[in-house]
């Protein structure tokens, strides 16, 4: 190792990110920046790319905003990354992303396979009227660095999309939780469709007739071969994270909808709801409380870090109206949600 810098981790544990992404958040730095000193802040050397060496989530959030300051132009900054990651680079992800037969199965194996790369965001494809939402789902602080990693992630999304596609691609909206920079024009330009700030989620819309489109080089059989491949990575992920967390994050991203029944995340989940139930005891956890402590982390979070109104936030937490909302809320943290978020507010 030169200059005795130690290398990165292989974290097996929750809250981790690959280091694929750093690398790639350095490659788009302004060319005076010293990219070797922003790696070796993450304990990573210059070198080849290891999709499987893992960051901490908020070191690497930390890291993103050091670059992006370090960059002078924040604004295109994450833009800029995301264009720049390319399937191949993705493992085992980024050919099963790139032979499955069309855009819509892509999408189903982010959503199915992402935990080989980040344990902190899930995906989700919520089918709709005329196309889908693919949701990044993302818990933790909204600093400046996860809003800068969540744009990237969505770039990144339509600039592999546009890699596979057999027809050009450009989701129809994109959607952003937190506010918008000074200008947007950048943002536009780069997904060349409207986009949203200040929004109740972090997604794409994807129109039907995109998410039928065929993959260049999809195969049915390769495709197959990879998933197999990447269900058996998941497989063991699965085992070194809290089996209560991935049942709270199947919970947290279904919430908009009232709250799950048990049977639901566990059919999501491909086993039996006894089985869920089983699990959970062992750990310690009941359904119920896992279901309330995910509505309250996610209220805590939009109440803190975003401006939706509390009737918004209500049925994002999934409560049938805003007085349920409130006495809920006010069971777990011994005040209203609008005592809550005067406080949260910075002097």
């Given at each position: 190792m030169s200059g005795g810098r130690a290398a990165a981790p292989r974290l097996d544990r929750m809250d981790r990110i690959t280091s694929l992404f750093a690398r790639k958040v350095v490659a788009a730095v302004a060319a005076d920046v010293d990219e070797d000193a922003l790696l070796a802040s993450v304990g990573l050397e210059p070198g080849a790319v290891d999709p499987a060496v893992m960051l901490k989530d908020t070191d690497y959030y930390d890291f993103f905003e050091r670059a992006a300051v370090a960059d002078g132009n924040p604004r295109t900054f994450p833009l800029r990354v995301g264009a720049s990651m390319r399937c191949d680079e993705y493992g085992p992800f980024g050919l099963a992303w790139k032979s499955a037969p069309t855009l819509r199965d892509s999408f189903d194996?982010?959503?199915?396979?992402?935990?080989?790369?980040?344990?902190?965001?899930?995906?989700?494809?919520e089918e709709t009227r005329g196309g889908a939402f693919m949701h990044l789902h993302?818990?933790?602080?909204?600093t400046l660095g996860m809003r800068l990693s969540n744009e990237a992630t969505l770039a990144s999304i339509v600039a592999i999309s546009r890699q596979v596609a057999s027809e050009p691609f450009r989701?129809?909206?994109?959607?952003?939780?937190?506010?918008?920079?000074s200008s947007t024009e950048d943002?536009?330009?780069?997904?060349?469709?409207?986009v949203h700030f200040g929004s109740d989620k972090d997604a794409?819309?994807?129109?039907?007739?995109?998410?039928?489109?065929?993959?260049?080089?999809g195969d049915e059989s390769?495709?197959?071969f990879f998933d197999a491949h990447l269900s058996e990575e998941v497989d063991k992920l699965d085992d070194t994270i809290p089996f209560e967390r991935l049942v709270r994050d199947q919970i947290s991203t279904s919430l908009s909808g009232g709250a799950p029944a048990l049977s639901d995340?566990?059919?999501?989940?491909?086993?039996?709801?006894?089985?869920?139930?089983r699990r959970l005891s062992k750990e310690g956890h009941t359904y119920q409380a896992l279901v309330e402590e995910s509505r309250?982390?996610?209220?805590?979070?939009?109440?803190?870090h975003t401006d939706a109104s509390l009737a918004e936030i209500s049925f994002m937490t999934g409560f049938s109206d805003q007085s349920a909302f409130t006495r809920a809320f006010r069971r777990w943290a011994g005040q209203t949600p609008r005592s809550f978020r005067i406080r949260a507010q910075p002097d």
């Open positions: 194996r982010a959503e199915r396979y992402a935990l080989v790369l980040t344990s902190v965001a899930l995906y989700e494809v993302r818990e933790g602080r909204r989701p129809e909206a994109v959607y952003f939780k937190h506010a918008a920079p943002h536009e330009a780069y997904f060349e469709s409207p794409l819309f994807v129109s039907d007739g995109s998410l039928r489109t065929p993959n260049r080089l390769i495709a197959t995340v566990a059919r999501r989940m491909s086993m039996s709801a006894r089985t869920l139930q309250r982390r996610l209220a805590t979070q939009l109440l803190e």
